[in-house]
């Protein structure tokens, strides 16, 4: 019975950990690398001044599954994803309506080129300058990067909010330069 009492216990210890550390999966590591690619070879086409980091934002996913990821180009490899929003008249659990158009109150596709940090009404927030035709009015719509920690909903005006703890991070990141691509 003591024999029993300590295997059990070894054996779920290795199979917990055999299920939390087993490897990603090939399809896992395709989108990887695929990510990572279209990063690489948007970047190439804008003149950016921060070339460590693209922002790739897949509005094709659920506003509810993490679809930003943080590309890191010179390690060739994603180092953060996140939770982001798109704006309430996009659609309701995935973006389907877009505009670059004010008042519209919708999402912009396209790329972006950080710009300065400032402290807004929703806390520390990172500046935006639409670079295609698709986003040309994001400064003057306000579209930006911000904490979603002071919003009623889950969903935007058109800005990139991102929950509170990480918002600052990659705010600092990213600012002053880096390429920012919203895609579907």
Request: hydrophobic residues 35%; glycine residues 4%.
């Amino acid at each position: 019975m003591k024999k029993l009492l300590i295997i059990i216990p070894i054996f779920l210890f290795v199979l917990t950990g055999y299920y939390f550390l087993k490897p990603v999966s090939k399809i896992d590591i395709q989108t990887s690398a695929n990510i990572v690619d279209n990063a690489k070879s948007i970047q190439k086409k804008y003149k950016v001044t921060n070339k460590k980091y693209v922002v790739m934002v897949d509005f094709s996913k659920s506003i509810v599954d993490e679809r930003l990821y943080l590309v890191n180009c010179e390690t060739s490899k994603i180092e953060m994803t996140s939770i982001v929003s798109h704006a309430w008249n996009s659609g309701s659990m995935y973006a389907t309506n877009f505009s670059n158009e004010s008042g519209s109150e919708k999402s912009s596709l396209g790329a972006y080129l950080t710009q300065e940090t400032y402290s807004g009404r929703f806390g520390y927030s990172l500046r935006l300058k639409g670079l295609d035709k698709t986003n040309s009015n994001a400064r003057d719509r306000k579209i930006v990067f911000h904490s979603s920690k002071k919003m009623k909903t889950k969903w935007s005006e058109g800005c990139f909010a991102l929950p509170d703890k990480t918002s600052r991070k990659i705010i600092d990141m990213i600012k002053n330069g880096c390429l920012v691509y919203a895609y579907k």
